[in-house]
Nanobody, 125 residues
Framework: QVQLVESGGGSVQPGGSLRLSCAASEYTFSSYSMAWFRQAPGKEREGVASIASYGGTYYADSVKGRFTISKDNAKRTLYLRMNSLKPEDTAMYYC???????????????????WGQGTQVTVSS
C-alpha cells in the first residue's frame, strides 16, 4: 500500500508561485507513474500534470507553460511547481500514483490506484 502525503499549499496572489510536494512511503517509488489532480468547489476533479516512471511528462492545456511536474526518486517525492497562478487555479490539489509497473503518464483518474489527502491552493487578491 503506497501512502502519499501532500504539502506546500497555501494562499497566494494572482501571478504568484507555489511548489507542491508529495512524499511517498514506497521504496520502489521510481517504478511508479504519478500525477497531480485538482478539484475546485462544485466541479469535477481534473488531471493537471502527469509524469511517467521513465520521466515523460504530460500537462492539461490549462496549465501548460505555467506548471512543471517533477519527481526526485532518491527522496521519494513528487513536485508540482506552479507559476503565474490565476484565481481559476484555486482548488484542492491531490497527488496520485498508478499501480506498480504501469509505465505511462495519464490524466484519467481511473488509471490511478493510490491517492493523497490533498493540499489546498487559493489564488486571490
Amino acid at each position: 500500500q503506497v501512502q502519499l502525503v501532500e504539502s506546500g499549499g497555501g494562499s497566494v496572489q494572482p501571478g504568484g508561485s507555489l511548489r507542491l510536494s508529495c512524499a511517498a512511503s514506497e521504496y520502489t517509488f521510481s517504478s511508479y507513474s504519478m500525477a497531480w489532480f485538482r478539484q475546485a468547489p462544485g466541479k469535477e476533479r481534473e488531471g493537471v500534470a502527469s509524469i511517467a516512471s521513465y520521466g515523460g511528462t504530460y500537462y492539461a492545456d490549462s496549465v501548460k507553460g505555467r506548471f512543471t511536474i517533477s519527481k526526485d526518486n532518491a527522496k521519494r517525492t513528487l513536485y508540482l511547481r506552479m507559476n503565474s497562478l490565476k484565481p481559476e487555479d484555486t482548488a484542492m490539489y491531490y497527488c496520485a500514483a498508478r499501480a506498480y509497473g504501469d509505465r505511462y503518464y495519464s490524466l484519467d483518474e481511473t488509471d490511478f490506484r493510490y491517492w493523497g489527502q490533498g493540499t489546498q491552493v487559493t489564488v486571490s487578491s
